[in-house]
């Protein structure tokens, strides 16, 4: 008897569920139509027809591209150029998707918009490497498409190539490809294109990946790599850095989040760093076959936990790292992002930080320029030796003012550090250029004010604290690009664009400044497009599939509201009831929101309960 009713609970848990999906279906189509959205499929669909019609190839100069965030910018293989490509602007209630190819010439410090046949579908959150061969290259792989109101969401899997010598797009179909993802990795490894985890999420259930995929570039083969070791956890949005002349990644930091209740996820930033390199060892130019992960030791003056710091590999396998986000929970329903633009260093061989802050430009003293000649006319009756001895003294010169206008930065370690050894005061900084011993923490308010020769130090410009920006090096210039900021619920896109040379470690240079009085951010009409999703009824609208606030409510004890308190003030002394009676209505219709959407929902419940 037992087991009879057990099977006839579970074919009623079956048709519940069945119900529940199918109702949701409904709910998603009415919500879709009200808006006037199709499905996700016909949107791409659409705009892979619209982009087929381009049959001709189109280039011509243009202004900088228009806000985005979450493209590409990746150094052109052979001139001195930046090419970006895609992304994605949130407007507030409204997000825009975008598969423009732009040019940037450094030199003339022109944008150029270029249109070629058969392009990928708009997407953002996709990587990008370019490569030298057949003319040069641009690999393009994953990311997302979202419809304009958010509430679709499309991951790609696809491989595309733009052929930048004869100036076309081919998309690639090559078996044993990654699933669909966004928010991974892809970069360079000699021959391979390394990728590594991304997320996928299809807005009721998401997945996080930290498999590891390789695609040739000679023959266009996949393959998923033999990893041995303990790898890195699932994870989007690290840090991934190879070293140009060796098959060996770094891969530090990233998010994920997990179910830890029905409706509730614990989101995690990750701050350790693991080593991908070849087991064994190999001959010549042999592809490794067998990989392994090696966790690494940090040292150094480590970033504090983050998520959407930006990082770029220079000569010297150094790798530079900017900005970033901490979400700091302010209670159960409010998270507060705390915003960074620390600028960091990360020798990749010796898996050391550096916190670098940029000295500014300082005159130079004449006396040593003095000294200099008067050693070189020495130097010419001294002889061949003493002038040997001269160049050296003015390289390592040259190399103590490069390094001058560094101050950088470095924690003393941990106890069980292993290079705690002789403290901070006495550690070797090497660029690939030159060598030279760094004494303890550089930066102090005297220092800053007063260079040793007694110069006044210039105040250093430092970009606006921000989220994933674009970091590119390209002939020694690090270039800085856009990124994103929170406000309170709003989120804003910057176009701004910098330059820093690595060589004189100086001082950014402006390209496109930071006008925050045209940053947009349009929120109007978001209160109905809530209701909607949550299930508002609009006036001469059938309500026999939706429900209005009093089926919400029914059988609650609902707060009084006293004479003297206005809307605002009932709202926050009962805003626990209000806050529990979203929760609960998001749970018995299965839909999964954020935090924020379910706070926001409360309150409309609240203002339309007083309303009726």
């Keep these: 008897m037992g087991k009879k009713k057990a099977d006839k609970k579970g074919k009623g848990k079956e048709k519940t569920a069945l119900k529940t999906e199918k109702k949701a279906e409904k709910k998603a ?36 591209p228009s806000e985005r965030s979450n493209m590409t910018l990746t150094p052109h293989p052979d001139k001195d150029e930046l ?46 490497v370019a490569l030298k061969q057949h003319g040069g290259q641009l690999w393009i792989f994953g990311g997302e498409f979202a419809s304009p109101t958010q509430s679709q969401f499309h991951h790609f899997k696809e491989l595309w190539v733009y052929h930048i010598k004869n100036k076309y797009w081919e998309r690639i179909n090559s078996p044993g490809a990654p699933s669909s993802r966004s928010g991974h990795r892809m970069v360079q490894c000699k021959k391979l ?98 990989w392994k992960w090696v966790t690494a030791k940090q040292s150094g003056a480590r970033p504090t936990p983050r998520c959407g710091m930006s990082c770029s590999v220079a000569p010297g396998n150094r790798a530079f790292c900017f900005g970033g986000v901490f979400d700091e929970e ?64 003015e390289e390592m010169e040259v190399a103590t003012d490069k390094v001058s206008n560094m101050n950088i930065e470095e924690a003393v370690e941990e106890a069980d550090d292993t290079e705690m050894a002789e403290g901070a ?19 102090s308010t005297t220092d800053q004010e007063m260079g040793e020769d007694g110069d006044k130090a210039v105040k250093v410009f430092q970009p606006h604290p921000r989220m994933g920006p674009l970091m590119v090096v390209k002939n020694g210039i690090l270039f800085l690009y856009g990124g994103m900021f929170e406000k309170g619920d709003k989120q804003f896109t910057f176009k701004d664009f910098y330059s820093l040379d690595l060589d004189k470690m100086e001082e950014w240079k402006v390209l496109i400044e930071n006008d925050e009085s045209k940053l947009v951010w349009d929120d109007s009409g978001s209160s109905d497009e809530e209701m ?12 026999s599939d939706d ?64 309303n009726r």
């Design 29 to 64: 189509k009415k919500e879709l139509a009200k808006r006037g959205e199709d499905d996700i499929e016909t949107l791409i669909a659409q705009f892979h027809a619209k982009d087929q019609e381009k049959a001709r190839y189109v280039e011509e100069k243009c202004d900088p």
């Design 193 to 290: 294109l390394i990728v590594f985890g991304g997320f996928h999420d299809n807005i009721r259930d998401y997945k996080y990946f930290n498999d590891v995929y390789a695609f040739n570039v000679e023959d266009y083969t996949w393959s998923k790599l033999d990893v041995s070791g303990v790898p890195p956890a699932p994870r989007s949005g690290c840090i991934m850095a190879a070293m140009p002349d060796q098959y060996r990644v770094t891969v530090y930091g990233g998010y994920s989040k997990e179910k830890v209740k029905r409706d509730i996820d614990k989101g995690t930033t990750h701050i350790d760093m693991t080593i991908l390199m070849p087991e064994g060892k190999l001959k010549d130019e042999t592809i490794p076959v067998k």
């Design 330 to 393: 302010e209670d159960e329903e409010q998270i507060e992002g705390k915003f960074f633009n620390e600028f960091y260093l990360l020798d990749l061989e010796k898996n050391k930080w550096f916190l670098v802050n940029l000295r500014g430009k300082r005159e130079q003293v004449p006396e040593k320029k003095k000294r200099r000649r008067k050693k070189e006319d020495d130097g010419a009756e001294d002889g061949a030796e003493d002038g040997m001895e001269e160049d050296g003294e």
């Design 425 to 443: 005061s006495n550690t070797m900084f090497d660029d690939g250029v030159f060598q030279v011993k760094i004494g303890p923490a550089l930066g």
């Design 532 to 543: 909607e999703a949550c299930g508002g009824e609009e006036e001469g609208e059938d309500s």
């Design 83 to 128: 090419i970006m490509f895609g992304g994605e602007f949130l407007a507030g209630n409204k997000i825009y998707m975008y598969n423009d190819l732009f040019f940037y010439n450094i030199k003339k410090n022109e944008w150029t918009k270029v249109t070629a046949p058969n392009a990928p579908p708009p997407r953002s959150s996709h990587q990008a």
């Design 547 to 610: 429900d209005d606030i009093e089926d919400i409510l029914e059988g609650c004890d609902v707060p009084t509201k006293n004479e003297d308190e206005n809307m605002e003030q009932y709202f926050e002394r009962t805003k626990d009831f209000w806050v529990e009676q979203s929760q609960k209505y998001f749970e018995n219709e299965e839909m999964k929101v954020s935090s924020r959407t379910v706070s926001k929902f409360a309150k409309e419940m609240c203002q339309e309960f007083i």
